[in-house]
């Protein structure tokens, strides 16, 4: 089993729409969790950033954590063109490499 | 200040040449880190070091790659001899420390070919 689990997609949803997006994970220790974003042809770019369980919400973006499932998601909502991207998860157990899931990549449909 | 610099932006060689790609990490960053990112394998590290000192090579895929830091300013990765399987786009990042998720800035990748 993979330390870090993400559907790669594609997913397209009509402009305007909820988005969620997600990922499962194994490993205990992680503790910060962070979700980036990456346009095409171009690097990925922090997103949002969580520690610990919880939401944390920024404009039309929310990012929640559940610690006890090992499972977290971004939200979108109001789904914009210009959303999309591929949105790759990623966590750290605090003093160690940051591990990264593969990537979902979405499509919003004007 | 210009961000994380990766040359050359696109590469294309011959199975067999050798590979040398570039990066100057942000000004001030403690850590460089170098991933290969495929559609099948998405965002791999290679490998990363902390003040020009290799910490981590578990990544490498193979002796055929190298790494090296000679001072703060400059990494360069290097592929000798280059295979078709090798074919990815190449990211160098940057952050100011490894604990607590510290946020890695990325650079624009190189994306090489190997025909």
């Known amino acids: 089993q993979k330390e870090v689990e993400q559907d790669p997609g594609p997913l397209s949803v009509p402009e305007g729409a909820i988005v969620s997006l997600n990922c499962t994970y194994s490993?205990?220790?992680?503790?910060?969790f962070m979700w980036y974003r990456q346009y095409s042809r171009k690097g990925p770019e922090l997103l949002m950033y969580?520690?610990?369980?919880g939401n944390k919400e920024d404009g039309r973006f929310t990012a929640q954590v559940d610690k006890s499932s090992k499972y977290i998601s971004l939200f979108i909502r109001d789904s914009q063109p210009s959303d999309s991207a591929t949105y790759l998860c990623?966590?750290?157990?605090?003093?160690?490499?940051?591990?990264f899931g593969k990537g979902t990549r979405l499509h919003i449909l004007p | 200040d210009a961000g994380v610099i990766q040359s050359p932006r696109h590469e294309v060689t011959e199975m067999g040449q050798e590979v040398t790609l570039r990066c100057k990490p942000i000004?001030?960053?403690?850590?460089l880190f170098w991933y290969r990112q495929t559609m099948m394998r998405g965002l791999e590290l290679l490998i990363y070091?902390?003040?020009?000192?290799?910490?981590?090579d578990s990544g490498m895929p193979e002796d055929r790659f190298s790494a090296k830091m000679p001072n703060a300013s400059f990494s360069t990765l290097k592929i000798q001899p280059s295979e078709p399987r090798d074919s990815a786009v190449y990211f160098c990042?940057?952050?100011?420390?490894?604990?607590?998720?510290?946020?890695?800035?990325f650079g624009p990748g190189t994306r090489l070919t190997v025909l």
């Open positions: 990042a940057s952050s100011l420390r490894l604990a607590g998720g510290s946020e890695q800035f």
């Open positions: 490993n205990s220790a992680f503790q910060y």
């Open positions: 969580t520690y610990s369980s």
């Open positions: 990623a966590m750290s157990a605090g003093d160690d490499k940051i591990i």
């Open positions: 000004s001030g960053h403690d850590y």
């Open positions: 070091f902390n003040n020009n000192v290799p910490i981590d």
